[in-house]
């Protein structure tokens, strides 16, 4: 079991060269183990600033909340 904590946002670029967001939640189990549940957000972005903006827009993210793995 990983102890790594996941990054709530994900910004990934898809085959057309967009950026997409993948919003992450994680809850524990009875034993602790992390149960990470994702969806991934309609729109498109052009660049990864604009997700970025979104996010901190729209779900109040932070600064360091963000993944590209």
Known sequence: ???EKIRP????KDEEGNFRLTVRE???N???Y??????LQE???KT???????????FKAQPGQ???Q
């Open 1 to 3: 079991m990983s102890r």
């Open 9 to 12: 946002f994900l910004i990934t």
């Open 48 to 58: 990864a600033a604009a997700v970025r903006n979104f996010a901190r827009d729209i």
């Open 34 to 39: 992390p149960l990470v549940s994702s969806q």
């Open 26 to 28: 994680t809850r524990y």
């Open 30 to 32: 009875s034993q602790g």
């Open 43 to 45: 729109e498109t972005f």
């Open 66 to 68: 963000y993944s590209t």
